[in-house]
Nanobody, 123 residues
């Protein structure tokens, strides 16, 4: 059974930075793509970033150049470094583990999810 536990969320002023972590257990972490999604109140869950098993990265246009996804296979952990945060980045951020090694931007294709961590950016 896959377990994903996010951490690192919090309250930050606009322009600030946060680093989210997601610790995984239950499957051979290095074999699977990982993704980050977010959901703001009243909105649908949206893709933020993803990383393949070979560390090829993908980003939503809204975060490109500000966010960086990375993974440490030795620690079974995926990270999301968020810089130049904006109030519109406020959301619950979820990490997800893919079905295979190739990531996707489609949330329904990720079978395993964490519980989420709140990120609030004040103006």
């Amino acid at each position: 059974q896959v377990q994903l536990v996010e951490s690192g969320g919090g309250l930050v002023q606009a322009g600030g930075s946060l680093r989210l972590s997601c610790a995984a257990s239950g499957r051979t972490f290095s074999n699977y793509a990982m993704g980050w999604f977010r959901q703001a109140p009243g909105k649908e869950r949206e893709f933020v970033a993803a990383i393949s098993r070979n560390e090829i990265t993908y980003y939503a246009d809204s975060v490109k150049g500000r966010f960086t996804i990375s993974r440490d296979n030795a620690k079974n952990t995926v990270y999301l470094q968020m810089n130049s945060l904006k109030p519109e980045d406020t959301a619950v951020y979820y990490c997800a583990q893919g079905q295979g090694s190739i990531p996707t931007m489609t949330a329904t294709l990720y079978p395993s999810w964490g519980q989420g961590t709140q990120v609030t950016v004040s103006s």
